[in-house]
């Protein structure tokens, strides 16, 4: 992993690892497995955002972004309860 700063969307727990996806520019580039502690405890939950920084492989700094995942999280409903409605005329009569 190139040094620098990513965005961190926490993927999955794996046991007692979290494995969170790396992005850069939108798009996705690797992910790391880092032990569950190492994770600031309010972002501890799947989907959360972070700023990571490396260094190599090596994390340097992780930081949650609880604003950025709350605006992530309302995007996302929102085209899921546009994609779930019906359109208009598809009711099918008998």
Not at 65 to 75: D, F, G, L, N
């Amino acid at each position: 992993m190139a040094t620098g700063e990513y965005r961190g969307v926490l993927d999955r727990f794996e046991d007692d690892l979290a494995v969170v996806l790396l992005e850069r520019d939108g798009d996705t580039i690797g992910d790391i497995a880092l032990p569950r502690e190492q994770l600031p405890e309010d972002g501890r939950h799947q989907d959360a955002l972070f700023a990571i920084e490396m260094e190599g492989e090596t994390v340097q700094t992780i930081s949650y972004c609880p604003e950025e995942t709350r605006k992530q999280a309302e995007q996302a409903q929102s085209r899921f309860d546009r994609l779930s409605q019906r359109p208009p005329g598809s009711d099918e009569e008998n």
